[in-house]
């Protein structure tokens, strides 16, 4: 990874700002990119103290311009786009009699749509270099329906569905897309979690 940039989507906290650090503890350059300025600040602030260079662009990965936008700026400031890592997310828990609608709308365009907005802006990119790497972080709760946490795993199935699709249709290109499940983790959704009904 050394001298590759890596645009992380949901990088300025939780599992993002995680895979940020490793990202510049292995020699590459993180884009963090959250829709939150304050918080891609500190996460900068906490960057540089480890030592790694970093640079981050807000926006939100549910509006097709913003992202691509992101993703071009990105490219122009560093003249490449290596790696493209999807971990923006959003957690309602709750029993299905207290979701509505909009909690599945607003986890579908986070998670499934957000990953479908920068792909699609990345692709152009990677396609330019002659190949590139994709991570999508799913959820166990994409592999296994989790109740009171239905809005969140419908659109986490529906991300591992996209991703791994793509994985196949995209290795002829070079272009390498990992699907991620990762587990229950204390790296940001517990405390960012909201909570609806009993």
């Known amino acids: 990874m050394q001298g590759e940039v890596a645009f992380v989507s949901g990088g300025s906290r939780g599992l993002g700002l995680e895979i940020a650090h490793e990202v510049g503890r292995r020699g590459g350059t993180p884009v963090i990119y959250a829709r939150s300025e ?72 986070t998670h499934f749509w957000g990953a479908f907005n920068t792909i699609e802006a990345a692709l152009p990119h990677f396609r330019a270099r002659g190949g590139g790497r994709i991570g999508n972080v799913s959820s166990i709760g994409g592999r296994i329906g989790v109740p009171h946490l239905v809005p969140y795993s419908a659109s986490k199935f529906a991300l591992a569905g996209f991703s791994e699709g793509l994985r196949a249709e995209l290795a002829p290109e070079r272009i390498s897309v990992t699907t991620i ?11 960012n979690a909201q909570v609806k009904g009993q």
């Open 38 to 109: 304050a918080e891609i600040a500190r996460a900068l602030r906490a960057l540089q103290r480890d030592g790694i260079e970093a640079w981050g662009v807000a926006g939100d990965v549910r509006d097709r311009v913003q992202t691509a936008a992101a993703i071009d700026e990105t490219v122009r400031r560093y003249g490449r786009l290596d790696v493209l890592i999807n971990a923006a997310g959003v957690i309602n828990v709750g029993p299905i009699a207290a979701m509505r609608r909009e909690d599945y709308e607003d986890a579908l365009a």
């Open 181 to 191: 499940f990762p587990g229950l983790m204390r790296t940001g959704s517990p405390r």
